[in-house]
């Protein structure tokens, strides 16, 4: 599907890395170009043309953006990463917490989702409180969520979907126990939003964060608050920038010249027919998944019910540095490590792991060739 669009396909690659970072699409890396070699390139509130156009990109950008994570243009803040952004909203947060708190993470998480909240709780005397994932499947239901939640807890920060096993919890039951609970729900949506968007903006999170080049475009982050609840927060700015609104959040001029990109690639995602996506997505994790597990030296890690068309697996004998390696040079990408979920591996008694990721750019025979190329290992 749509593999025409992304022009990094063409080189004869297997690119089933995307859980690191996918290709870019065609009209996303055009318009960065055609920005930078145009007549635009100006910076905000300047009277020319030129910096019109700039603002006039700007509040284009917060719209698609915001509508694409089901948020407002006047609550979305862009950054360099979700690991920076996931750290503001937490400083931010920090002064209505107090002793005795409670911040609620999980272990299927990226450390950019659990770190913050650790930091926050040593300066705020809050505590954090780690929802464990079912020991079998890796499976998160909402029981795992609200068995940990109490009178304390203050805010749920939490994967979308996990960026090794792909684990989607309920997001929509999830909101509504964290609601009733009274607690804020951030949701940290970087490997949900590739593979469909729409649970994501109909869960009703507090606050969503993704990251562009994870879903076809340049490297720009975005953080999509509740508006009342940005209202009651005072991140750190320097004195001349605005008191409230998103700008009040972005420290520094944005990379102006990578917007345009943001734009094209949120329109792109936005208008993806996620029907056909996922089900073609579903074929391929059933290729990976049956095609793996007929492996005997091979090891999946997990086994949600519901889950992204993403598969991390280890091979006996081999480290997953060496399997990576191997794949390479058969001009197969994946990765290997622990992806940053060092809760998670310390849960499983692991190291480390290979970590294969379709896309729905991705095609048949990419799965076989991962298949072939593990079988021959």
Same mark, same amino acid.
């Given at each position: 599907?749509n593999?025409?669009?992304? !022009?990094g396909?063409h080189?004869g690659w297997?690119?089933?890395? #995307?859980? *690191? ?7 996303s890396?055009?318009?960065v170009?055609a920005?930078l070699?145009?007549h ?8 020319s ?5 700039t603002e006039d990109?700007l509040a284009?950008?917060?719209?698609v953006v915001?509508e694409?994570? #089901?948020?407002?243009?006047?609550g979305?803040?862009?950054? +360099?990463?979700t690991?920076v952004l996931?750290?503001?909203f937490?400083s931010?947060l920090g002064?209505h917490l107090?002793p005795g708190?409670?911040i ?12 913050p909240?650790?930091d926050?709780a040593?300066?705020t005397? *809050?505590?954090?409180?780690? *929802?464990?994932a079912d020991?079998?499947?890796l499976?998160l239901?909402v *029981?795992?969520? @609200?068995?940990?939640l109490? !009178?304390?807890t203050?805010?749920v ?8 096993t ?8 999830i909101?509504?126990?964290v609601h009733a609970?009274?607690a ?15 649970? =994501?903006?109909?869960c009703?999170a507090?606050a969503?964060?993704c990251?562009?080049?994870k879903?076809?475009?340049?490297? =720009? ?5 509740? +508006? ?7 991140p750190t700015?320097?004195r001349?920038a605005?008191?409230?609104g998103?700008e ?17 690639a949120?329109?792109y995602?936005?208008d993806?027919?996620?029907?056909a ?8 994790l059933?290729v990976l ?5 007929d ?7 997990g086994s949600?019910?519901r889950r992204?068309s993403?598969?991390a697996?280890?091979?006996?004998g081999?480290s @997953?540095?060496?399997?990576a390696h191997a794949?390479?040079?058969r001009?197969?990408?994946v990765?290997h490590g ?7 591996f310390?849960r499983?008694?692991l190291?480390? #792991? =290979?970590?294969?990721?379709a896309?729905?750019?991705?095609d048949?025979d ?5 298949l072939?190329?593990?079988r021959?290992?």
């Amino acid at each position: 599907m749509n593999r025409d669009r992304f !022009p990094g396909l063409h080189d004869g690659w297997a690119r089933l890395d #995307g859980p *690191a970072g996918s290709q870019v699409l065609d009209t996303s890396a055009t318009a960065v170009l055609a920005y930078l070699s145009g007549h635009d390139v100006a910076n905000l509130q300047g009277p020319s043309a030129a910096s019109r156009a700039t603002e006039d990109l700007l509040a284009d950008c917060r719209t698609v953006v915001a509508e694409l994570l #089901g948020g407002q243009p006047d609550g979305l803040i862009l950054g +360099p990463s979700t690991t920076v952004l996931i750290a503001r909203f937490a400083s931010a947060l920090g002064e209505h917490l107090s002793p005795g708190d409670e911040i609620v993470c999980t272990e299927l998480d990226h450390d950019a989702n659990i770190s913050p909240w650790l930091d926050l709780a040593r300066k705020t005397g *809050a505590t954090v409180k780690l *929802a464990r994932a079912d020991p079998r499947t890796l499976d998160l239901p909402v *029981a795992a969520i @609200s068995e940990v939640l109490t !009178p304390r807890t203050r805010v749920v920060a939490m994967t979308a979907a996990s960026n090794v096993t792909g684990t989607q919890p309920d997001l929509a039951a999830i909101a509504d126990a964290v609601h009733a609970n009274g607690a804020v729900l951030l949701l940290d949506a970087v490997h949900a939003v590739p593979h469909g968007p729409a649970e =994501v903006a109909g869960c009703h999170a507090d606050a969503v964060v993704c990251s562009a080049y994870k879903w076809f475009g340049p490297h =720009v982050s975005a953080l999509c608050v509740r +508006p009342g609840l940005l209202d009651t927060l005072r991140p750190t700015r320097i004195r001349p920038a605005p008191a409230h609104g998103p700008e009040a959040w972005e420290r520094g001029a944005l990379p102006f010249e990578l917007l345009p990109g943001l734009a094209a690639a949120a329109r792109y995602v936005r208008d993806v027919d996620w029907a056909a996506a996922e089900r073609h997505e579903g074929e391929l994790l059933a290729v990976l998944l049956a095609g793996l597990q007929d492996l005997p030296r091979v090891n999946l890690i997990g086994s949600p019910s519901r889950r992204t068309s993403t598969v991390a697996f280890t091979v006996d004998g081999l480290s @997953s540095a060496h399997v990576a390696h191997a794949l390479a040079d058969r001009e197969i990408a994946v990765g290997h490590g622990s992806f940053y979920a060092i809760e998670l591996f310390a849960r499983l008694g692991l190291d480390s #792991g =290979v970590r294969a990721g379709a896309l729905h750019y991705t095609d048949h025979d990419d799965a076989e060739r991962l298949l072939d190329a593990v079988r021959h290992l």
